[in-house]
T-cell receptor
Framework: GQQLNQSPQSMFIQEGEDVSMNCTSSSIFNTWLWYKQDPGEGPVLLIALYKAGELTSNGRLTAQFGITRKDSFLNISASIPSDVGIYFCAGQRAGGTSYGKLTFGQGTILTVHP | EAQVTQNPRYLITVTGKKLTVTCSQNMNHEYMSWYRQDPGLGLRQIYYSMNVEVTDKGDVPEGYKVSRKEKRNFPLILESPSPNQTSLYFC??????????????FGSGTRLTVV
């Protein structure tokens, strides 16, 4: 099945640094989502993007929906230790049964050193 | 508290012994879905349901069954588990089949080991 290519696979950064990760696809998506997963828990929604070109912020997090609708990025500014976790992008197409299908990237493992 | 509840959290079983992982949501959500998470592969969709009695295959449905007899429950059934089904499983729900607009709520996961 269709998968999103998410990069980087892992990041090791110092507290206070900014972080950037992105997802690309060969297919168009109508909605992009960014999730964070803490150890032992399910993913939690961070940001949802609905329109090409849309830029949305949630605190120190900023995400953008690419103009081509085939990519998205997530930035975290001034990282803190609790930002540690796995970040996933996910895309959803529109139309027919595609509404039910959500495709995830492979995840970016973020480690923040105090 | 609004939540998606999966049971059990951990399960070790033997090859071929039928098992069911339960999923229940208390938010009156129409849409429910099952995913498996494996290292380096992210989450892959197994099955989803856009409403009661409506289910559809995701990307990796082989070896799994689901049912949606009532809105709140969406059990995942492994009729004859095999070691390659050892994984971390997540159930998710959303208010509408157009789930992205309302966000998906995930359960805490079921770690299954098949020996």
């Amino acid at each position: 099945g269709q998968q999103l290519n998410q990069s980087p696979q892992s990041m090791f950064i110092q507290e206070g640094e900014d972080v950037s990760m992105n997802c690309t696809s060969s297919s168009i998506f109508n909605t992009w989502l960014w999730y964070k997963q803490d150890p032992g828990e399910g993913p939690v929604l961070l940001i949802a993007l609905y329109k090409a070109g849309e830029l949305t912020s949630n605190g120190r997090l900023t995400a953008q929906f690419g103009i081509t609708r085939k990519d998205s990025f997530l930035n975290i500014s001034a990282s803190i230790p609790s930002d540690v976790g796995i970040y996933f992008c996910a895309g959803q197409r529109a139309g027919g049964t595609s509404y039910g299908k959500l495709t995830f990237g492979q995840g970016t493992i973020l480690t923040v050193h105090p | 508290e609004a939540q998606v509840t999966q049971n059990p959290r951990y399960l070790i079983t033997v090859t071929g012994k039928k098992l069911t992982v339960t999923c229940s949501q208390n938010m009156n959500h129409e849409y429910m879905s099952w995913y498996r998470q494996d290292p380096g592969l992210g989450l892959r969709q197994i099955y989803y349901s856009m409403n009661v009695e409506v289910t559809d295959k995701g990307d990796v449905p082989e070896g799994y069954k689901v049912s949606r007899k009532e809105k709140r429950n969406f059990p995942l059934i492994l009729e004859s588990p095999s070691p390659n089904q050892t994984s971390l499983y997540f159930c998710a729900s959303s208010l509408s089949p157009r789930g992205a607009h309302y966000g998906y709520t995930f359960g805490s996961g079921t770690r299954l080991t098949v020996v």
